[in-house]
């Protein structure tokens, strides 16, 4: 087993270790859905000099080697390139990474009164434990889209000043048959409504309490309730990201799955500067419930991206597409299960992640006989282990815990499509798809030392 990497850290490191866990618990508490990361994403990298796709193309401009540029996928996608010195056809070196994460949605006609309490009804999006979900304070962020064009962005339970809503749970004392039931069922996804309030408006017959919620939202977002049929609102963990334990080591945070991987994947672009071979990182949507949709990786936006930007370059062909795709060369980060001794029977010790030994490789990921797995090839181990040791990343490599145990799967096989190496990378996570998870800040810094090495070496 590798060192602990905190052990070899420098003075300098320990310093550099806190800046980017600041920087990064910053971005985890501003940017809790697709929507706000990919806002974050394209204000940061016009910062640091890149333009819009979108613009250049409209202007015929012709990109070069040290161009910068960026494209996006109906707000929840990005694309950032930096174009190097080699022919856009040998290939890319892509860093990609999903900035959705699990949650509650809204469903399209939400609004209820019940015994003179107002609820939203509600539908969870990805995998998880619904108990886990239950009375904790939570917030509400989105769009509401209006039939005369106007998006108004919704964010309410952030500010300390801001309320909060909330899932019931029955009471311990009346809890003896839902104490029975398997923790699968012990809460029902039907049962998962957002209590909203309880003040009835004065005047109002029938359904009062939601009467006043309605005035509410009038009153602050100018909305009407058939204004949720395209209001796009997600329910999430209310609160910022804040260390965890007593040595500040780790991170307690909503998202990290997979946005602890999307962050130091899109500073590693802005920091790694000019290469020779065109650099990318992709932040894709939809990858909790299948990486389906026009924003998830199954989609045509990537290649329709990279095909925008070869006839940028003169190079207007389908075959010019195929042969930089099939070229490239990806680290699809995501994160990976770190080993938790309360439930060392779902582990296998040898083959698993822990906090504090760097960056993780999967080699490859699945359920039960590698299903649904990308299973890399050798060849590209061995290179990215001599790149990793060349510029002293520590990292390790694990499975998603014990065969047959469970299991799951990332978009690595979807970019292997396209004939690319591709590698499951990322960082261990320690309650993973829980409404707070944690990470270790020593992981993340070395996955972002990893992530720079691949840019400019890979």
Known sequence: MRENSWLSYTEEDDKNVEVLAQEYKE??????????????????????GYQDLNKLIAQGTRLKAGDKVYGVGMGKTIAL????????????????????????????????????????????????????????????H???????GTVVNV????????????????????????????GSVVVEGE????????????????????????????????MEEEDFLSAEI?????????????????????GHDDRVCAYPSFAAMMEAGHVDRTSCCLLVDKEEIGSVGATGMQSMFFENTVAEILALMGQDSNLAVRRTLARSRMLSSDVSAAYDPAYAEAFEKKNCAYFGKG?????????????????????????????????KVAFQTAEL?????GGGGTIAYIAALYGMEVVDSGVAVLSMHAPWEIISKSDLYEAKKGYVAFLKNA
């Open 234 to 254: 997600e329910v999430v963990p209310a609160g910022p990201a804040r260390d965890c334990g007593l040595d500040r080591s780790m991170i307690a945070g909503y």
């Open 142 to 148: 989105g769009v509401v889209a209006k039939k005369d």
């Open 191 to 222: 049962n998962l409504d957002i209590l909203v309030g309880s003040r009835p408006l004065a005047g109002e017959e029938k359904d009062a309490v939601k009467a006043n919620i309605l005035r509410l939202l009038k009153e602050k977002y100018q």
């Open 401 to 405: 815990g014990k065969v047959d145990y």
């Open 155 to 182: 964010n309410i339970g952030e500010d300390p000043a801001d309320p909060v809503v909330y899932v019931t749970d029955l009471l311990i004392h009346l809890a003896g048959k839902q104490m029975e039931k398997k």
């Open 27 to 48: 971005f985890l508490s501003k940017c809790k859905t697709e929507r706000e990361c990919t806002q974050y994403f394209i204000q940061e990298a016009e910062s640091h």
């Open 359 to 391: 960056m993780v490789i999967n080699k490859y990921t699945g359920a039960r006989g590698k299903s649904g797995s990308n299973d890399a090839n050798a060849e590209y181990l061995a290179r990215l282990r001599r790149i990793f040791d060349d510029n």
């Open 81 to 140: 390139f930096q174009i190097g010195k080699q022919p856009l056809t040998e290939g890319m070196n892509i860093l990609c990474a999903h900035i959705d994460s699990p949650r509650l949605d809204l469903k399209q006609n939400p609004l209820y009164e019940d015994t003179e309490l107002s609820f939203m009804d509600t539908h969870y999006y990805g995998g998880i434990k619904k108990y886990q979900w239950v009375a904790l304070p939570l917030a509400l």
